[in-house]
Structure formats: structure tokens, C-alpha cells
């Protein structure tokens, strides 16, 4: 222990994550006392189910492995850019409507009209076609376009 007390051992923040952990933490006095200050015991599961279900739907959604090992400083391939890249893909010969590439894309339309990645420009009334930066986005993300 700290001789005033004002050592990792009072700080809650360290003892909830040695809590959350499972680890224990022990304080031994100058005088070579020990005392038991956060218990080895499991901590209780958080439930966040709303949490959770987003999580499984995100999981079901996906298609393939398409990053193997996981990675960083690379964007993470989601649900939701594996089905634009599907949409890039069926529009990379020709713009196309959003009711032609549903069978590449059930949500294709509102992929489109959101256009969150700046993938897609409206040519005319009801009539999508692919920008540069959703050329380049294809060809970049090539292999997990397709899985």
C-alpha cells in the first residue's frame, strides 16, 4: 500500500477493471501486512441485449470472412459496405434503377438514396449510376466484393 493512500489501490477506475478481469489485487504494507482489496472472484456478465441482437444481426448479415485475421488501419468490412460493394458491382457496366438490383441487393434502394460512402450519384429520375470514388472503392475492395 501507499504510504498515503494514494496509490493505484484507491483508484476505483483500476479496481473495476481488475474486477472485470477476474484478477485480484493485494495490497501489502510497509510492515508486511496483506490485505485482499479486490477478490479474484468472476464478475457478473453485462446484459445489454440490445446491444447483443444488433451484434448477431450484424454477424448474419455478413457475408464470407472477408477479413481473415482481423487488421488495422483498414476500414472494416461491414454488412452494410458488403452489400453497396454488391450494388458497385452489378452498376460498375451501366446505371442501373434500384428495382433491377435487387436480386444483387435486397436493400438496394436505400444503399442508394443514402449514399454514405459517396459510391453513387442520381443520373436521372430513378436511375443510379457509379461515381469515380465507387470505381475506385470496386476495384480496391475487389476481392471481398464478390464472396
Known sequence: LSAKGK???????????CRRLG???LGVSASGQVDVL????????R??????????????RR???PVAGGGTRKPIMTAYRQQALACAAAMASAPQRPRDLKHACPDAQKILRRNVYGWFERSERGVYALTDLGRNALASWHAAAVP
Not at 479486490?38 to 456478465?45: H, L, N, Q, R
Open 7 to 17: 496509490g493505484r489501490e484507491s483508484d476505483p477506475r483500476y479496481r473495476n477493471l
Open 23 to 25: 484478477f485480484g489485487l
Open 38 to 45: 479486490v477478490s479474484p472472484a468472476a464478475p457478473m456478465p
Open 47 to 60: 446484459n445489454n441485449s440490445r446491444r447483443r441482437s444488433r451484434l448477431v444481426e450484424e454477424h448474419k
Open 63 to 65: 457475408q464470407g470472412d
